[in-house]
């Protein structure tokens, strides 16, 4: 049996191939940000990582965060929507309040830190200081799109960098 699919549906199909993922932006009474120094690469970023099938996205989030730093969480709201267009990731990221645990490093981070707001926009790549940032600024959730490491134009100007 011959199956003919259209330019235009092969094209769909390929176009539509995401990966979601979560984030937890944790911050304590004091402002201070809970971070991670990821084991793959270096950078810091708010912890987070794939949702799984099965559970709901700040389950998911609460889920990685404690995995990946000892911290349990409570999830506030959705603060952000961010699409990396380089590698079809698109990332939903929470605020959420520490609930209880012990910060600790694990396979996926060498280190775990409550960063200030001015240590997250020296320390975090652009594309992920915007997701603290967002959620630390408690306003509308923001949707935003970037390459990985920079907001793309349209979702520029509005990140300031130390």
């Known amino acids: ?30 402002g201070r940000v809970l971070a991670i120094r990821r084991a793959d690469n270096g950078a810091w970023e708010a912890p987070g990582g794939v949702l799984e099938l099965d559970e709901r996205p700040e389950d998911g989030a609460c889920r990685e965060v404690l995995e990946e730093t000892g911290i349990e969480v409570a999830p506030v709201r959705l603060t952000g929507v961010y699409k ?16 209880g645990g012990v910060e600790r490093t694990s396979d996926e981070s060498t280190a775990v830190r409550w960063l200030t707001r001015e240590e997250v926009q020296t320390l975090m790549t652009e594309a992920y200081a915007v997701r603290v940032l967002d959620a630390l600024d408690g306003g509308t959730t923001q949707v935003r799109a970037h390459d990985g490491l920079r907001l793309l134009a349209a979702d520029s ?5 130390a």
Do not use: K
Request: proline fraction near 2%; include cysteine.
């Open 157 to 161: 100007g509005t990140v300031s960098r």
């Open 84 to 99: 990396n267009m380089a590698r079809g990731v698109v990332a939903l990221v929470f605020l959420c309040r520490p609930a």
């Open 1 to 30: 049996m011959l199956i003919y699919m259209s330019n235009a549906t092969q094209e769909g199909a390929s176009m539509s191939l995401h990966s979601v993922s979560v984030a937890g932006v944790v911050v304590r009474e004091d």
